[in-house]
């Protein structure tokens, strides 16, 4: 007798033979699962409505490694947010979002491709990615692709995956455009939940830059569950650049208000939409004028 509640799942020897597979197959990737098993439980001890062929992909050397070349840090998509935190390679502006993240348990098991393409409003690695520019890797059998993040993600769970294409790696610039050489030295990440972590973001906000005594060289914000996609005000950003902080302390309310008109968060069961708002706008103060 066959169990029509079977999942028929599909365990590639190699990345080229998980390739195939998905060139022949509409199929569900499986990495850490630990979303895509929320996504899809039903009652106890029955399986997930998986309507689909399963390919599982996380026993993959080829999807796994981090390294750094030229400033930019490379992440193999199966790669644990535990093997992230792990890694020396990894900068601290990174493992702090990281850290906020699920519990010890789910970053065991997650990855950060899976974050990505789980394409959630509310994902942690996301606004960090998109405030660092990074670009995502996406392989079929016969090409290769990049992709800036901010094209990647098209609203809540929906991506730019094409036909047979998988997230292989994530590159992420890690020092200031406008001198490579320096570091980053100001940083701030603040994610608002029910609790610190194990929880879905109510909103979060990620700032980075580089300043000197007088001015922002170097600035970027992104905003998380502010709107359908993460949202970034890349004009706003070059405003403040070369602004002596006494001028921009004077204009921040103008700011503030520019980049209000660019988020669109939703009331829900989480939070509601004021209340989101407002603490977006007060992190964004906080950031600019150093003040947390």
Same mark, same amino acid.
């Given at each position: 007798?066959?169990?029509?509640?079977?999942? %028929?799942?599909?365990?590639?020897?190699?990345?080229?033979?998980?390739? +195939?597979?998905?060139?022949?197959?509409d199929?569900?990737?499986?990495?850490?699962?630990?979303?895509?098993?929320?996504?899809?439980?039903r009652?106890?001890?029955?399986?997930?409505?998986?309507?689909?062929?399963?390919?599982?992909?996380?026993?993959?050397?080829?999807?796994?490694?981090?390294?750094v070349?030229?400033?930019?840090l490379?992440?193999?998509?199966?790669?644990?947010?535990?093997?992230?935190?792990?890694?020396?390679?990894?900068?601290?502006?990174?493992?702090?979002?990281?850290?906020?993240?699920?519990?010890?348990?789910?970053?065991?098991?997650?990855?950060?491709?899976?974050?990505?393409?789980?394409?959630?409003?509310?994902?942690?690695?996301?606004?960090?990615?998109?405030?660092?520019?990074?670009?995502?890797?996406?392989?079929?059998?016969?090409?290769?692709r990049t992709l800036?993040?901010?094209?990647?993600?098209l609203?809540?769970?929906?991506?730019?995956?094409?036909?047979?294409?998988?997230?292989?790696?994530?590159?992420?610039?890690?020092?200031?455009?406008?001198?490579?050489?320096?570091?980053?030295?100001?940083?701030?990440? %603040?994610?608002?939940?029910?609790?610190?972590?194990?929880?879905?973001?109510?909103?979060?906000?990620?700032?980075?830059?580089?300043?000197?005594?007088?001015?922002?060289?170097?600035? %970027?914000?992104?905003?998380?569950?502010?709107?359908?996609?993460?949202?970034?005000?890349?004009?706003?950003?070059?405003?403040?650049?070369?602004?002596e902080?006494?001028?921009?302390?004077?204009?921040?309310?103008?700011?503030?208000?520019?980049?209000?008109?660019?988020?669109?968060?939703?009331?829900?069961? %989480?939070?509601?939409?004021?209340?989101?708002? +407002?603490?977006?706008?007060?992190?964004?103060?906080?950031f600019i004028? +150093?003040?947390?």
């Amino acid at each position: 007798m066959v169990n029509e509640d079977a999942i %028929r799942g599909y365990h590639p020897i190699s990345l080229s033979d998980a390739l +195939d597979f998905l060139d022949s197959y509409d199929a569900t990737v499986f990495a850490g699962g630990t979303d895509l098993m929320v996504k899809h439980r039903r009652f106890s001890g029955l399986t997930p409505s998986l309507n689909k062929p399963v390919l599982f992909i996380s026993h993959l050397k080829a999807m796994h490694g981090i390294q750094v070349n030229d400033g930019i840090l490379t992440i193999r998509a199966a790669t644990t947010l535990t093997d992230l935190l792990s890694a020396p390679q990894v900068p601290t502006f990174i493992k702090a979002v990281l850290r906020e993240l699920a519990s010890v348990s789910i970053r065991n098991l997650g990855t950060i491709g899976g974050n990505i393409c789980n394409a959630s409003p509310a994902g942690d690695t996301i606004p960090m990615l998109v405030a660092l520019d990074a670009e995502l890797e996406l392989t079929s059998l016969m090409d290769k692709r990049t992709l800036p993040i901010c094209d990647f993600i098209l609203g809540p769970g929906k991506t730019a995956l094409g036909h047979g294409e998988l997230l292989t790696a994530i590159h992420i610039p890690i020092l200031p455009t406008f001198e490579p050489e320096n570091a980053y030295n100001h940083f701030f990440y %603040r994610k608002i939940g029910n609790r610190k972590s194990n929880a879905i973001s109510k909103i979060s906000f990620f700032g980075i830059a580089h300043k000197d005594p007088l001015k922002f060289n170097e600035i %970027r914000m992104a905003f998380g569950a502010a709107a359908p996609t993460v949202i970034r005000d890349k004009t706003c950003e070059k405003q403040i650049i070369g602004l002596e902080h006494d001028i921009i302390e004077s204009r921040i309310d103008i700011f503030l208000q520019q980049i209000e008109s660019k988020l669109n968060p939703i009331d829900d069961i %989480r939070s509601t939409k004021d209340y989101r708002l +407002d603490v977006l706008l007060n992190l964004t103060r906080s950031f600019i004028l +150093d003040e947390h």
